[in-house]
Nanobody
Framework: QVQLVESGGGLVQAGGSLRLSCAASGSIFSINAMGWYRQAPGKHRELVATITSGGSTNYADSVKGRFTISRDNAKNTVYLQMNSLKPEDTAVYYC?????????WGQGTQVTVSS
């Protein structure tokens, strides 16, 4: 199993920045890729960004050029640097891991962007 713990959410004004962190523990050798998803009130959960074990990244069109996903293998941690935040980025952000034994999710961290 893999355990994921997110941190770094909070309240920020539009145009500001936040960095989310996701620390993985457990069977980390089984992780193929990790990613960030978000769910706004009344909406479905959506992909924000992913990064593979090889370092390849993928982003939702809505965050390209503003968000950057990265990983520190020594710390078993994935980051999401969010710049130029907009009110529509307000959501609960979840870290996820795609592993050989299935998908795992963190508990989520709230990001609120005020206008």
């Amino acid at each position: 199993q893999v355990q994921l713990v997110e941190s770094g959410g909070g309240l920020v004004q539009a145009g500001g920045s936040l960095r989310l962190s996701c620390a993985a523990s457990g069977s980390i050798f089984s992780i193929n890729a990790m990613g960030w998803y978000r769910q706004a009130p009344g909406k479905h959960r959506e992909l924000v960004a992913t990064i593979t074990s090889g370092g390849s990244t993928n982003y939702a069109d809505s965050v390209k050029g503003r968000f950057t996903i990265s990983r520190d293998n020594a710390k078993n941690t994935v980051y999401l640097q969010m710049n130029s935040l907009k009110p529509e980025d307000t959501a609960v952000y979840y870290c996820a891991a795609d592993t050989t034994s299935g998908d795992y999710w963190g508990q989520g961290t709230q990001v609120t962007v005020s206008s």
